[in-house]
């Protein structure tokens, strides 16, 4: 064994998934494009109070899964679990309600939390994330629905689920609370000693025990208990989001484990995961913005989980394979070819035409026998070599072999850029 290892609960992400994981984060970005988000970055650690005022002290990420220091300054800073609490921190402090009321912003980033790793759940993992401030409009959460929705079909992940409940307000909920703790104190001896301890802080979190929740079968659902406006917001979202071609399914158990959503809520699962089938989440929360020193902004948003979502496009095969890309090897034969090699394989690299037309270079190992450079180039996937060679030198030209047929021609060197440019004609390439 090596002696040293990822820690516990990371990952490498070698190049063959880092590609893939481009893809995600390219059609993610496409998609976040046409729905009008604009990208944002905030830091991977802000201060241990930002997290436990926005997600609440009695959620299990505050209570046990963060990563928390101090710095050599005395401040308690902590690795940031999830990416809204930073958001909703930069819109309040570059005073963005004011500056852009409306904003939609994206974000892609890595995520921290001390959890027992299993397949699917990482101590650090990726998130791509969409947050909407300043629509308080049930059209606002339709809309989101429908760029998760577009996300995941464009991703082609298979069996997906779009599972979506409204937690009513803080009229509403403590109502459905206090039914609520009342079945659970009449069920509490069925219950697992973490639901136990749970049932006082925070006894939605009963409803999404893996192992308690179909004990509770019969428990209150809060849809018996939103008030008029909630009730109507939830009805509104769901109008427009049939009208738009919506897919979801009503989940009036729905809960999430972090305390700051509002009326809608959400989550994408799927039966390619296993215990860990949610790929993403979100929901409304429009009181985050003022509890953390705002105005009073409405907002709402949703992060996927980027490993889960690969892992799901994985088992159905269901990545859309495709780079489009052409590699040509250059190949030199002799001490005098292989600075010509050099200088050639730099300057096709810097042609901006033949990139855009796929094509990419790869070289270096002059020194080899032609035999052997031409076996590296098959091994790294090229469809073309280009040999220079003291022959051509002289009579500044250079032969390109295709790899497939092996046919060979020696044209002059400054026709070779044309001779690539026309070897694929424009469409032939996939550039998506
Ligand atoms: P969350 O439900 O805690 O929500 O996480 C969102 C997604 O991140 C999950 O559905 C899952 O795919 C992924 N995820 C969470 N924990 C792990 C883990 N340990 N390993 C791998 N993947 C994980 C949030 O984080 C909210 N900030 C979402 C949101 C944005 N709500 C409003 N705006």
Known sequence: MPSYQAPRGTKDVLPSEAKRFQRLEAIARDVFRAFGFEEIRT?????????????????????????????????????RPEGTAGVVRAYVEHHLSQTRPFCKLFYVGPMFRAERPQAGRYREFWQIGAESF????????????????????R???????????????SDCRPKYLG?????????????????????????????????DAPKLADAPTIDAYWDDACRAHFEKTQDYLRRAGGRFVFAPRLVRGLD???????????????????LA?????????????????????????????????????????????????IAALGDAAAPVGFELLQSLRQDRALADRGWLFEGGFFEKKLGAQLTIANRLGATDAVIVGDDEIKRNEVTIKSLASGAQETLAKDRLTAHLMDRYAQGDMDQS
């Open 43 to 79: 830091p991977t650690f802000e201060s241990l109070e930002l997290f436990q005022r926005s997600l609440g002290e009695t959620t299990d990420v505050v209570q046990k899964e963060m990563y928390v220091f101090e710095d050599r300054g005395g401040r308690s800073l902590a690795l």
């Open 134 to 153: 300043g629509n308080a409009s049930p059209s606002a959460d339709a809309e989101l629905l429908l760029l998760v929705q577009t996300l995941y079909d």
């Open 155 to 169: 991703l082609r992940v298979p069996d997906t689920q779009l599972r979506i409940n409204s937690l009513g307000c």
């Open 179 to 211: 039914a609520l703790l009342a079945f659970i104190h009449s069920h509490l001896e069925l219950l697992c000693d973490d639901c136990k301890r749970r049932a006082e802080r925070n006894p939605l979190r009963v409803l999404d025990c893996k192992t």
């Open 260 to 278: 700051y959503y509002t009326r809608t809520v959400f989550e994408v699962t799927t039966t390619a995961l296993g215990a860990q089938d949610a």
């Open 281 to 329: 989440a979100g929901g409304r929360y429009d009181t985050l913005v003022k509890q953390i020193g705002g105005p009073d902004t409405p907002a709402l948003g949703f992060a996927l989980g980027a490993e889960r979502t690969l892992i799901a496009m994985d088992s159905a095969g269901a990545l859309p394979a495709k780079n489009g890309n052409h590699l040509a090897y």
